[in-house]
């Protein structure tokens, strides 16, 4: 209760609790008493990746060689592997006005009211959807990512307006979309500045016109757990946070946003003279970044990380190891990835952050990866 992250496992969980609690696996649950009775029968989670679906769209990804299949051969639900239409959630969205299934208005109440933290901090997290405002007016939302599928479904239910925006490309931005439609649909109502149409563009100094640009570089928060970084890619800012990069677009006096809302910075000076950025993310408290002087960052030498580390809570062993001057880590049934220094003791991969210290005497690393934090992993071989 003293923070919220969001977690993919505990609705993982919770599909296993339903197959032991019922006897039905979650497909046959759902299908017996949610789609079934609503009438969705384009809708099931899919369990088997080997099943043939009728009219699927296949996933894809883009590159600078073109367009390529980005599917899932993953067959564990509960935190997603749903199959379904605009035309079903249209059904499920009528559903929430009201309820024809078991609980009624009750139920519908219960799953979107928002949750609490310790200190009484309201979260806009419910049971399953995020309760916000966007511009003034109540929404009821929850956007999904798998392989190349990007979902957004987003509920004005004051306005009886509903916009879902399906798409089988890894690039599109259904938030973004959905709330691009809903400054049209909703415009006579909505108070204060739409989503901006294009993201911010720097100078050829890199500046923005509309306040203090964030300069180029990593960023370290204060107990050295996280980091964000900031990129320049076409005259575009780019937010890397966690294994995702996002475009920025300007809100004006130094603040920025990302196209889904969920994060927003403010960029302005440190106390010791360098630049900090304020990140806020949905449902959490601002956290200080401040920029790393790469000088620092390169100071330490990679002959200290080199080694095998064990990890008993994950009963795994991960290595660290050198090629020339670049570092990597190997892990078990993934590529070698490559690691670069954000600053001392601290590496960081596309997908995970390890800080190098000493535990008992013993080299160790502490790894973080999004929603994971603090996992130890002992070096056990030089």
């Not at 209760?1 to 296993?16: K, P, Q, R, T």
């Not at 990007?150 to 690039?171: A, G, H, K, W, Y």
Request: aromatic residues 10%.
């Amino acid at each position: 209760g003293e923070e919220f992250i969001y977690s993919n496992s505990g609705y993982l969980l919770l599909g296993e609790i339903v197959k032991r609690v019922s006897g039905l696996s979650l497909r046959e649950f759902a299908e017996k008493n949610i789609f079934s009775p609503l009438g969705m029968h384009s809708t099931h989670f899919h369990d088997d990746y080997t099943r043939i679906v009728k009219n699927k769209a296949s996933g894809y990804s883009a590159s600078d060689t073109g367009f390529k299949l980005d599917i899932s051969l993953f067959d564990v639900v509960g935190d997603g592997g749903v199959n379904t239409s605009v035309e079903d959630l249209a059904k499920w969205d009528a559903n929430f006005y009201s309820n024809r299934l078991a609980g009624g208005q009750e139920l519908i109440k219960r799953i979107t009211t928002p949750g609490r933290l310790n200190d009484g901090r309201k979260l806009e997290y419910a049971h399953g959807l995020f309760v916000a405002d966007y511009r003034g007016q109540n929404v009821i939302s929850h956007g999904g990512a798998w392989v190349g599928y990007r979902s957004d479904l987003m509920r004005f239910p004051e306005n009886e307006l509903t916009i879902v925006c399906l798409s089988n490309l890894i690039q599109t931005k259904p938030t973004y979309l959905s709330k691009r439609i809903a400054d049209i649909c909703l415009k006579d109502i909505l108070t204060g500045p739409p989503t901006p149409l294009k993201p911010c563009r720097a100078d050829r100094r890199g500046g923005v016109k509309s306040g203090p640009a964030p300069r180029v570089g990593a960023y370290l928060n204060g107990s050295g757990d996280g980091f964000i970084e900031i990129e320049r890619v076409e005259k575009k800012y780019i937010l890397r946070d966690d294994e995702s990069r996002y475009d920025l677009y300007s809100l004006g006096a130094g603040r920025y946003t990302v196209a889904t809302g969920s994060r927003e910075i403010q960029v302005d000076k440190a106390s010791n003279g360098g630049q900090r950025i304020i990140l806020k993310k949905l449902n959490a408290a601002p956290v200080e970044y401040r920029i790393v002087d790469p000088k620092h960052a390169g100071r330490d030498s990679t002959a200290g990380f080199r080694g095998r580390y064990y990890s008993e809570e994950l009963a795994a062993e991960y290595a660290v190891s050198r090629k020339g001057a670049k570092v990597f880590l190997e892990r078990p049934g993934a590529a070698s990835e490559d690691l670069h220094r954000i600053a001392k003791g601290i590496l960081a991969g596309k997908y995970v952050f390890l800080n190098m210290q000493k535990n008992q005497g013993t080299s160790c690393f502490l790894l973080n990866y999004c929603r994971v934090r603090g996992i130890v992993f002992r070096k056990v071989l030089n």
